[in-house]
């Protein structure tokens, strides 16, 4: 009789054998997911004109938490949120968030921290924006942090990242 040899951790069997092409879909999602975090982050810090004219950057003296925060003032939990809003400490938490989220998606390590963070981050926008007019449950905070989680359980930071790196597989808290 054979003997059953138990498989192998997926990080293991990434870290050996051929990508496949859905290790690169997810690799594509980081990466792609991570600008996202980056990109509000750059414009909130240098008010680049997308989403924030120059006036408002946070290097100019705007608050990168007032707009959104304020204007939730008449939602379920509005008043919850547009306290905090302009509140230097939830400015701060917010932009090491972004920064820190999206940093750890594109270069593919944290990718457990980045998960729960990111994922908190946004359930609190959701949150925020609650009753949802276009869908009473779901929206895009939701699909987002769905696949920060997807992200993290495939291991998505060894492919086009540098979770392979040793010190990377050696310890699980930077994973």
């Known amino acids: 009789m054979a003997a059953i040899t138990p498989a192998k951790p997926a990080h293991a069997v990434q870290a050996t054998a051929g990508r496949r ?5 997810w690799a594509l999602a980081r990466i792609a997911l991570g600008w996202t975090f980056l990109w509000a982050f750059v414009d909130k810090t240098f ?3 997308f989403a924030t004219p120059a006036e408002k950057a946070w290097l100019a003296g705007g608050s990168p938490t007032t707009g ?18 302009g509140q230097a400490w939830v400015d701060w938490m917010f932009m090491a968030g972004l920064l820190g989220v999206g940093a750890a998606l594109v270069l593919g390590v944290g990718l457990r921290a980045a998960a729960v963070a990111g994922g908190l981050m946004l359930l609190l926008m959701w949150a925020a924006e609650l009753p949802l007019t276009t869908n009473p449950f779901m929206d895009d905070h939701i699909v987002y942090t769905i696949v920060l989680a997807g992200l993290a359980m495939a291991g998505a930071g060894t492919t086009l990242g540098l979770g392979n ?3 990377i597989r050696r310890h699980a808290f930077l994973r």
């Open 21 to 25: 092409p859905v290790d690169y879909v």
């Open 47 to 49: 008010g680049l004109g």
């Open 68 to 85: 959104f925060l304020k204007g939730t003032e008449e939602n379920a939990l509005g008043g919850l949120f547009t306290a905090l809003a």
């Open 165 to 167: 790196l040793p010190i």
